[in-house]
């Protein structure tokens, strides 16, 4: 699929992440047994992935870790049906959502 994107483009990716591949399979086998078509990886896993882009600077991170800023307006508020996961990934920090932008070379 990323053949197609044309050299110089910009890809911006994002994706649960998990450093424990043991960890990464399960929770690929409890959000798919709940009806959700879902692949959780290692950011290993996903690097691989996404070999022929480039990344930008910072480079592929936590989210959380990208680029912060202070005077980013606030986020739209969480649909309510949702809620019940909001701030789950800073609860648990070995699961968290990787990615940034990269570059095809």
Not at 53 to 68: H, S
Not at 81 to 101: K, Q, T, W
């Amino acid at each position: 699929m990323t053949d197609r994107a044309a050299p110089g483009s910009h890809l911006t990716f994002s994706q649960v992440a998990c450093d424990d591949p043991e960890r990464c399979a399960r929770m690929t086998e409890q959000v798919t047994a709940a009806g959700i078509p879902w692949q959780t990886r290692t950011p290993a896993q996903i690097d691989a992935l996404l070999s022929g882009f480039d990344p930008v600077e910072p480079g592929l991170c936590d989210l959380a870790d990208w680029r912060p800023m202070d005077v980013q307006p606030p986020l739209a508020p969480v649909p309510e049906e949702l809620r019940r996961y909001e701030g789950a990934s800073r609860l648990d920090r070995g699961v968290y959502e990787y990615g940034g932008v990269l570059r095809k070379r």
